[in-house]
């Protein structure tokens, strides 16, 4: 958990809170203590929460960055942001990275994974078996194409398959449908979580995960999770360096307006 300095009146007061909330996490994890997973608590004091995040990634040497969202997200200049703490977060993760729009994860067992083929979709179908096996449920592999291309979907269906090693059953269905994410989102309805890769899209532009996987988070009812893999370190500078840019622009715009105001 982050505290944020800029937030207390004082340094002592920052430290303070960093202990009441410290004792809250301990509190709320220790009832979900598992035996399996092994569960620590850290609290930060920081002026920055994403780059706190980022650096205890880093620094634990973390496989993969897990974090909420609540859904709301708004347009920013070439696309659209999902908040000033995620923004960065996805930007500059140093490991895989989950963003989770909760409405109940309680034992799912059915789950869904759209795609359309890509290293991301095989992370989701990695993380969604690992989901049902803990719970006992299965698995649906899903793709949307218009009529006429179903060979060509379940092409995509096979390749992401063969790219995770699991004995695991996989049911694997073609969904016709010109729009992808309204399908996905009509399909969804019989399932209890839905894993969605994100989509290999240009790092110059601040689409996060993808236009089909955001339209689909946003707008579904159910639990959803989006992932996305680690590209390496070029690709995230440059991912970092437009996330910095985004903000400050942001920034100077609403110190404009306000001054219009």
């Not at 002592?12 to 035996?35: F, I, Y």
């Not at 979580?193 to 996060?208: C, D, K, N, Y």
């Not at 996330?243 to 622009?249: D, G, I, K, V």
Request: hydrophobic share 40%; net charge positive; charged share 25%.
């Amino acid at each position: 958990h982050v505290v944020s300095q800029r937030e207390a009146a004082s340094p002592e007061e920052a430290r303070r809170s960093a202990e009441g909330r410290r004792t809250l996490l301990e509190e709320t994890v220790g009832s979900l203590r598992d035996r399996s997973v092994a569960i620590h608590t850290m609290t930060w004091l920081s002026d920055d929460p994403a780059q706190a995040i980022l650096d205890t990634a880093r620094g634990e040497a973390c496989n993969l960055i897990i974090m909420g969202w609540q859904g709301y997200m708004r347009s920013v200049a070439f696309g659209r942001s999902l908040g000033h703490v995620l923004d960065p977060v996805i930007a500059g993760a140093p490991c895989d990275l989950a963003i989770v729009k909760t409405k109940g994860l309680d034992h799912p067992r059915r789950l869904m994974v759209p795609t359309a083929g890509g290293p991301n979709a095989i992370l989701a179908l990695d993380l969604a078996l690992a989901f049902a096996w803990r719970n006992r449920g299965e698995v649906s592999l899903v793709t949307v194409v218009r009529k006429g291309h179903e060979e060509a979907g379940r092409r995509h269906l096979n390749k992401t398959l063969s790219g995770v090693k699991t004995r695991q059953r996989v049911r694997q269905e073609v969904i016709l449908g010109d729009d992808a994410a309204k399908a996905i989102l009509k399909e969804s309805r019989d399932y209890d979580l839905i894993m969605l890769g994100a989509t290999q899209e240009t790092v110059f532009r601040q689409v996060l995960f993808g236009t089909v996987p955001e339209h689909v988070a946003k707008r579904c009812p159910k639990t959803v999770i989006m992932v996305k893999g680690y590209q390496g370190p070029l690709v995230t500078l440059v991912r970092q360096g437009r996330s910095r840019w985004q903000e400050l622009l942001y920034r100077v715009r609403g110190r404009l307006g306000a001054g219009e105001r």
